[in-house]
């Protein structure tokens, strides 16, 4: 069984277009989160929910929409995708708030044309 | 602002030999260092983690040196072997109750360490 799970993992499309992106963890973590790794492969925390309540949120373009419909499931929403949001995004869980033991998806990569 | 430098951004090492990741902090009120490795399409896996009360942790061939006075950590791989070729983060977590928001990892830039065997 998978810890956490994303889905696609790999997304291309055009600028402008709208994409979304999904994660479920199997853990019964209670914190989840989305990062950015960008192609210096830097990962840099995006979004963060406990218990579908967001937590963290990062100085990220307002394109960007995540969304909890439960404590096991975040979703991410990108609106007027631009050439710059090409990275893979991954989502990770952990136990609680900054729980240093978190656990990573295998990623979706975004290539914007 | 980087709160948590890495370095070297690459090491080569042949096998056998003793791989040496740093990284160095300014936050005091860092108070988890884990370690994270990712090979290339995966994601990033939890390696090995110390908290700053601890000056050396052991796990196999990894190993954790901790300068709290000088702000520093780092990863010491002994042994290593082409199969630890990967990218490894340090990370530094915010101190705070785990119930309130502001708890997160920050990470490093990351090393691309290539074993040639």
Redesign the interface.
Known sequence: DTAVSQTPKYLVTQMGNDKSIKCEQNLGHDTMYWYKQDSKKFLKIMFSYNNKELIINETVPNRFSPKSPDKAHLNLHINSLELGDSAVYFCASSAYPGGGEQYFGPGTRLTVT | QQQVKQSPQSLIVQKGGISIINCAYENTAFD?F?WYQ?FP??????LI?IRPDVSEKKEGRFTISFNKSAKQFSLHIMDSQPGDSA?Y?C?A??S?R????????T?G??T?LTVNP
């Open positions: 988890y884990p990712q399409g995966k994601g990033p896996a939890l983690a990218t983060f990370a977590r915010s705070g785990r119930e309130t928001s502001g708890s997160r990892l990470f830039e990351g691309q």
